[in-house]
């Protein structure tokens, strides 16, 4: 049965609209259009998005189930009801997914010469060199467990690969309780590529899963396996410090809920779909979950891993084309990045130009004695950053270094407690922002001594400072000496580190004060705008759109006859196209090469043209629960750039764009005509290509 919204309901369920997300995100693996290896990819990109899909999102909607069964989600509906259409929705893209990598997937890799062999068509020469590799690279760091009362079931690490074996016999000791577990260390590859002298092709690989089962009788000397069936559980994985603890050190506090994040309570079970019954019936007893939460599939349950497949093939045809990302025309004959800016506003557009002038200004302001401070806010930069060794190195040399590290950053924790602990070492300020808020504002303040006097400098983004999702999403950042951004930066800098009431900033927004108050207000000035039969006009561009507050003002806009266009990545909780509602507001979804991340809010106001850039979505998270700023584009000329890069090519997409339908289900774009728009390679052809003339 399909989903299908209530007429009165005005607001979509959140996880339905993640796994829409994840629909449009397969599609793109099926797509032929895209290069075989990166139609791999994408099909990667839907196991890791549902990995954390059940991690976070699912967890959550069972333990409200728990806690308050009766109460209404914002969609009008219980989490009862709304975990049994979400899981119905589960099932069937998961099915669909595995559907595509068995029927679609692995036969057209195997035409291009890519094989993955089963073991039940292993040659000769294959199945010797399988058995020499199994005793000589895995026999000795597996750990098979016989189940009994000496040996219970053991703890089973949030998404690890697992084997339960069923077997008959008796041991050594006499022992036979039918049951074992085999545990596959993380450190072990998940696919084994073999010498082309044995697989006959170029590329030959075989699954690890596919090597245990040729010889767990092994593992069990003396007895037979009459069966051996992969199994992996997904776990509540959204770690928190309760805010009502007596927390003296958020760190300290932090290091303790990660050691227990592998073996939170289990969420989904993955098994192999030629399991028995009796035995997924065991392993759903040992995960106390209900035959709703368990997924059985038809093959690797954890296809993430087979995302390291293209870095093992060389086969650039079957690859997205390579790219040098451009430089910015007032940086590419200017070596000193405080004189360039402080000629004019600087745009830098990620992924088609590079992050590289970011990483030179930290890296040039770490060794420039007349710099006496700098301060940055840390939320993702990964574990090997160029820009926190140039903190350290700025710390080291006696400058005023203030790092804000965001120690809940979900799955970077564990980064970013390294990088403060290094950055104290070295003589910074390292502080944790504000306690029961994220910092997700993506800040940098560099202070200057010039001619006597201080000058700031800042760098404000969409995206984290982390160079390599700069190369895979799509960001703006903007470096600008403008007195009072700079000056708003710092207040908020202050803010950050000390104690008061926040002021008023000359031009920033700021979440969780103004930010949605501010842009309510922008909503109503178009509003204004259109009773008094002026053009109005309001374009967003943004990850996702969730406030109740913002989605009823774009209602009401939309009644007023405000023409609104949204450009929503992944999940929009507004409803367009209803008559009487929003029949002006048009929602789509731009899926591609790389993951749209900036976000951009336009509001025409009688001419004058509003523009902000943004790290915070319309959540409600970002708008109350989070440290984010909006910013303003002043120059003109860099507020066309953002106009013709940010917004128009993404609204004429007639290539990789999905128009949202009243009912939250997407239809792709079909071009009217025989040219085709595609908004990512126009901005590739635009920002990259022609740099390297």
Known sequence: MIYKPAENQLMLNRELGLLEFNRRVLAQAEDQANPLLERLKFLCIVSSNLDEFFEVRMAWLKENMKLSA???????????????????????????????????????LAAEGIHFFRRTLWTDSQREWVRDYFFRE???????????????????LNKSLNFIVELEGRDAFGRNSGIAIVQAPRILPRFVKLPAEVSGVEHGFVFLSSILHAHVDELFAGMRAKGCYQFRVTRDSDVSVDNDEDVKDLRAALEGELSQRPFGSAVRLEVADNCPLHLQDFLKEQFRLEDVDVYRVN???????LMQVPDQVDRPDLKFEPFM???????????????????????????????????????????????????????????????????LEAARRGKEVTAVVELMARFDEEANINWAAKLERAGAHVVYGVYGYKTHAKMLLIVRREEGKLRRYAHVGTGNYHPRTAKLYTDFGLMTAHDEITSDVNDVFMQLTGLGLAGDHYQLWQSPFTLQPNMVKAIDREIAHARLGRKAVIIAKMNALLEPTIIEKLYEASQAGVTIHLIVRGVCALRPGIPGISENI????????????????????????????????????????????????????????????????????????????????????????????????????????????
């Not at 009008?76 to 975990?83: D, H, K, N, S």
């Not at 098979?144 to 000496?150: A, Q, R």
């Not at 093959?299 to 891993?305: D, E, F, K, Q, Y």
């Not at 128009?648 to 025989?674: C, F, H, I």
């Open 138 to 156: 895995l026999m000795p760091v597996l750990t098979p467990i016989g189940l009994d009362p000496s040996h219970p079931f053991p703890r089973v």
């Open 586 to 693: 048009r929602v789509r979804s731009i899926v591609g090469r790389f993951l749209e991340h900036h976000r951009v809010f336009y509001f025409y106001n009688d001419g004058v043209e509003d523009l902000y850039l943004s790290s915070a979505d319309w959540m409600g998270r970002n708008l109350f629960r989070r440290i984010e700023i909006a910013f303003p584009i002043l120059d003109p000329r860099v507020k066309r750039r953002v106009i013709r890069e940010g917004l128009r090519p993404y609204l004429v997409d007639n290539a990789q764009a999905w128009e949202m339908q009243s009912d939250g289900r997407y239809r792709r774009k079909a071009a009217r005509t025989a040219k085709k728009r595609n908004a990512q390679i126009g901005l590739l052809t635009e920002l990259a290509a022609k740099q390297r003339n």
């Open 299 to 305: 093959g690797p349950v954890n296809l993430v891993r």
């Open 325 to 391: 990302p451009g430089t910015p025309v007032e940086l590419r004959k200017q070596s000193d990045l405080f004189a360039a800016i402080r000629h004019g506003d600087v745009l830098l557009h990620h992924p088609y130009q590079s992050f590289t002038p970011v990483i030179d200004l930290l890296q040039q302001a770490a060794l420039d004695p007349s710099v006496v401070a700098i301060k940055m806010t840390v939320y993702r930069t990964g574990s090997d950053s160029a820009l926190m060794e140039a903190l």
């Open 70 to 108: 009766t109460r209404l989600l914002p969609e009008g509906v219980t989490p009862m009801q709304a975990f049994e259409w979400i899981t119905r929705e589960s099932h069937d893209l998961v099915e669909r997914q595995y559907r595509v990598f068995g029927e679609v997937m692995l036969p057209a």
